[in-house]
């Protein structure tokens, strides 16, 4: 798996972006949101239970990231389709403030190292890439437990203060001085 430290890999891949078929899809890279940081966050399956509670909870967050000049992605390796059908059919996941991925292909999972050997699908990953496109933070957690977006979000406000921030410092804490 990719960790810390490495560079996010190339990517171009179909994304969700509205209900509408017409305009309901759209292809997004890694040059796409050039000079913003990016919480890309992967989920196992559409159509399942943990996933839309985490997918709603990072649309409802979704300002305060953007706040923050990151923009949020999705991906499962779900077609494109899937995801819009999944957008139209569960009320959580209609008015979506962030792009779905489609990996349909498994190539940014696997390149990522987060294709899951048992079942062959996205584990449920996050990762924080800062404007250069180097990943700053990894979390993967089992297919059963949701993660924690307050703590995505804590995460990114201390890389981006750019201090040494001490266990549980939250924005507005003293950061550690040498």
Not at 20 to 48: G, M, Q, R
Not at 60 to 65: A, Q, T, V, W, Y
Not at 121 to 126: D, L
Request: aromatic content about 10%; hydrophobic content about 45%; proline content about 4%.
């Amino acid at each position: 798996m990719l960790s810390v430290g490495q560079k996010f890999p190339s990517f171009q891949l179909k994304a969700t972006v509205y209900l509408e078929l017409a305009n309901a899809f759209t292809d997004i890279n890694n040059n796409t949101y050039a000079d913003k940081w990016i919480v890309l966050f992967s989920w196992p399956k559409d159509f399942t239970f943990v996933c839309p509670t985490e997918i709603a909870e990072f649309s409802k967050m979704n300002s305060e990231f953007l706040d923050r000049n990151t923009q949020v992605l999705g991906m499962s390796v779900d077609s494109e389709f899937v995801h819009l059908a999944w957008r139209q059919h569960n009320e959580k996941l209609r008015n979506l403030k962030f792009p779905m991925l489609a990996d349909i292909k498994r190539e940014l999972s696997g390149a990522l190292g987060i294709l899951d050997p048992q079942e062959g699908v996205a584990q449920r990953a996050t990762f924080i890439i800062d404007p250069t496109g180097v990943i700053r933070f990894v979390m993967v957690t089992d297919m059963s437990v949701g993660r924690n977006v307050k703590e995505v979000l804590r995460v990114l406000d201390a890389l981006q203060s750019d201090e040494l921030c001490p266990c549980n410092w939250q924005p507005g804490d003293a950061t550690i001085k040498l």
